[in-house]
C-alpha cells in the first residue's frame, strides 16, 4: 500500500480519518512553519514508519506537506490537517464552514455546488 502521512496542527485534534493502519506513530520530525510558530505533528502508519525505507520514501511527502504548510501561512493555517500519499496533498476540513475552500483558485466552491437542485 502506498505511503500515506497526515500533518496535524499540534494542539488540534485530526479532521478525519487518519492514514490506514491500526496503529499510529507520530513522527519526532515536525513540520513548523517559518513565518510564525505554527507547528504540524506528523503521522504515520505505525508499521510504515517503521519500515527500511521510511526515511527515503518520506522525503517527497514531507516536502509535499512543508509547502501546503508554508502555503497556508497566508490563510492563518485555517487548514488544521493534511494528508497526502505523494503526487497531491489533500486539506482535510469537517464538513462544515467556509475554511473548507478549497487551497486553489478554481472557481465555485464544491460546497455551493450541491445547493442548486431545483433548476
Ligand atoms: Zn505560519
Known amino acids: 500500500m502506498n505511503l500515506t502521512i497526515a500533518a496535524i496542527r499540534s494542539g488540534t485534534d485530526p479532521c478525519g480519518p487518519l492514514p490506514q493502519g491500526s496503529f499510529h506513530r507520530t513522527l519526532e520530525d515536525q513540520i513548523t512553519c517559518p513565518k510564525c510558530d505554527a507547528t504540524y505533528n506528523l503521522v504515520v502508519d505505525f508499521e510504515q514508519a517503521t519500515g527500511r525505507f521510511f526515511p527515503e520514501n518520506s522525503r517527497p511527502l514531507m516536502l509535499l506537506l512543508q509547502k501546503a504548510i508554508f502555503l497556508g501561512h497566508s490563510n492563518n493555517h485555517s487548514v488544521s490537517h493534511f ?8 486539506s482535510v476540513t469537517p464538513t462544515l464552514p467556509k475554511e473548507s475552500r478549497p487551497r486553489t483558485d478554481e472557481g465555485p466552491t464544491v460546497a455551493s455546488k450541491g445547493e442548486i437542485g431545483w433548476s
Not at 494528508?83 to 489533500?90: H, K, L, Q, S
Open 83 to 90: 494528508e497526502t500519499a505523494g503526487v497531491v496533498v489533500r
